[in-house]
C-alpha cells in the first residue's frame, strides 16, 4: 500500500485523512500468471495499481493473430482509460505476464476518491499524461527501426523486462515473429 501512497505524491499533495481513505478504497487482488484482469467486449469497471508483476495490454488483428501492444510493470497504474472513461467496450485485453498483486479500485471508489478528494482530479490526471507520454515514446521510434535495432532500443529502455516475459510476447511486441527474435539474440 506504501508503494501506491509514494506514487500518488509523486503527482500531487494528499493529507494523512486523504490517504487513509485512498487505502481504505482500494482492495488487494492476486492475479495468477495468464489470467486476465480486462477483456475485451467488456466495460472496464475497475482501476489496479500494479504492486508486484507485469500485465500487458494486447489485442487480436483481423488475421486473428494476437498483438502485444505494450507491457505495465510495477508501481503503475492499469486500465484501459479510453473505455473506461467512456463507458464503452474495451478492444483491448489486460493480462497477467507473471503473478500480480494488484490494489484494486472499483469504478465508485474511484468516482468516490474525485468526488471526495479535491486534488484527486489533478494527480490523476498528472498520472494520465506522464503514461501517455511514455507509451508515444516507446512506440514512435520503434516504428522506424529494423528488427534488430528495435530488440536493442527495448533491452535499454527497459533492461529488467527482457527476462521477465515469455519471448513469444516480446516477439508480438516488437512486431517479428518468435523466431526471428531468437536469431537476433543469438546473433547479439
Known amino acids: 500500500m506504501e508503494k501506491l501512497i ?16 485512498i487505502k481504505r478504497k482500494a482492495s488487494p487482488l492476486v ?7 480486462s477483456e475485451a467486449g467488456k466495460i472496464p469497471k475497475r482501476v489496479a495499481f500494479i504492486q508486484t508483476g507485469i500485465l500487458r495490454v494486447c489485442y487480436y488483428n483481423s488475421k ?37 498483486t494488484l490494489l484494486v479500485f ?8 474525485f468526488n471526495t478528494i479535491i486534488a484527486w482530479e489533478g494527480i490523476i490526471n498528472k498520472i494520465t ?19 534488430s535495432t ?14 521477465r516475459i515469455p519471448l513469444s510476447y516480446l516477439a508480438s511486441y516488437l ?5 526471428s527474435l531468437s536469431r537476433i539474440r543469438r546473433n547479439i
Open 106 to 113: 472499483s469504478k465508485e471508489s474511484f468516482d468516490e476518491l
Open 129 to 147: 499524461e506522464k503514461a501517455l507520454i511514455e507509451k508515444l515514446n516507446k512506440l514512435s521510434p520503434m516504428l522506424a527501426e529494423d528488427a
Open 175 to 179: 512486431g517479428i515473429t518468435q523466431s
Open 150 to 163: 528495435r530488440y536493442l532500443t527495448f533491452l535499454e529502455k527497459f533492461p529488467g523486462l527482457a527476462n
Open 64 to 100: 486473428g493473430d494476437e498483438i502485444t501492444k505494450y507491457f505495465i510493470e510495477e508501481n503503475n497504474f492499469a486500465v484501459d482509460i479510453n473505455s473506461y472513461t467512456q463507458k464503452i467496450p474495451s478492444s483491448e485485453y489486460v493480462q497477467a505476464v507473471t503473478d500480480c
Open 31 to 37: 492475479l495468477e500468471k495468464g489470467t486476465y484482469f
Open 6 to 21: 509514494d506514487f500518488l505524491l509523486e503527482f500531487g499533495h494528499l493529507n494523512q485523512q486523504q490517504i487513509d481513505l
